[in-house]
């Protein structure tokens, strides 16, 4: 059942609203303006469907499978860094 507010009440009381409906996602609140209902204040639809954002992380990393590295070719960067960093530049 939707509990009506006026506007007046809503805007003194937003956040109070806001944690009942993190408390009681079922709850309505109707917002009225001279007893005529304009707007309607409710938790998302899709709430309880939604992941936190560490747990939404770490299943995206168990769907990933391991990456391959058998076929990449291994070389040294450190030992032929003088090549690159010393070149003389007519060669």
Excluded: C, W
Excluded at 20 to 35: F, G, K, M, R, S
Aim: glycine fraction near 8%; charge should be positive; hydrophobic fraction near 40%.
């Amino acid at each position: 059942m939707a509990v009506k507010i006026p506007i007046s009440e809503a805007r003194k009381h937003l956040s109070g609203l806001l944690k009942a409906l993190q408390e009681n996602p079922q709850a309505v609140y109707e917002i009225t303006v001279n007893d005529i209902v304009f707007g309607e204040l409710s938790a998302p639809k899709a709430r309880g469907q939604r992941l936190g954002t560490g747990n939404a992380l770490l299943q995206a990393v168990e769907e990933m499978d391991q990456p391959d590295i058998t076929g990449a070719a291994r070389h040294s960067v450190a030992r032929s860094h003088d090549v690159y960093l010393h070149r003389r530049k007519g060669k």
